[in-house]
């Protein structure tokens, strides 16, 4: 039973956190990647807002339609869409075919590890003891990867996929620790 009584429990949700703070550097990542594709406009940030509430929508009907997903089978999918946009934004693909499927192109492989990160989440607010305690932890996760973010000045913007690659693998271990306690 989950607790829906804001500030009853008292606690915190590792997994949530990590989950939180590897979604903003998804984000952020689309954001300046896909900025390449459609200029840098107001065009961009509405594309990637879509793109992520799609892909979360999407994600949150699957759970309902027919629950989460192993841990394993999640993390891992999620793992390898990460991996898979780490390599397309690493190449140049404006060769390849023409702008328009370029552009769909990439929003889908950037967007698309949310769609799996969705199904860790939801994993994790079922296991999680209260509402309250998965969203404050997810928020504080979230502002912690916007800190983050900032190394992309030093490190660059393909950083960002790997600062959310260790969060993730953060949020998965700490998911797997704290699931045998």
């Known amino acids: 039973v989950i607790n829906i009584v804001p500030g009853s429990v008292k606690g915190f949700s590792f997994p949530c956190f990590f989950l939180g703070a ?5 984000e952020t990542k689309a954001i ?7 200029g840098s406009t107001w065009i961009v940030t509405s594309v990637v807002i879509a793109a992520i509430l799609v892909m979360a929508f999407f994600a949150n009907l699957l ?6 997903p192993h841990i394993f089978k999640t993390y891992g999918l999620l793992f390898i869409t990460l991996l ?5 934004t690493s190449i140049n693909i404006s060769s390849i075919s023409s702008p328009l499927f370029n552009k769909l192109l990439m929003t889908f ?3 698309f590890p949310i769609f799996f990160s969705g199904f860790a989440f939801s994993n994790e607010l079922n296991k ?8 404050s932890s997810n928020i504080i996760g979230a502002m912690i990867g916007g800190f983050l973010e900032y190394n992309s000045m030093y490190f ?3 950083s960002l996929y790997i600062f959310a690659l260790l969060m993730y693998i953060f949020a998965f271990f700490s998911s797997l620790i704290l ?3």
């Not at 590897?22 to 998804?26: A, E, I, N, T």
């Not at 898979?84 to 397309?88: A, I, N, R």
């Open 22 to 26: 590897g979604f903003m550097l998804v």
């Open 32 to 38: 300046t990647e896909l900025a390449l594709y459609y």
């Open 63 to 68: 759970v309902y339609k027919i629950g989460t």
């Open 84 to 88: 898979s946009g780490l390599f397309l």
């Open 109 to 111: 492989v950037i967007s």
């Open 128 to 135: 999680s003891p209260s509402i309250t305690v998965a969203f």
């Open 156 to 158: 660059g913007f393909k």
């Open 179 to 181: 699931s045998k306690k």
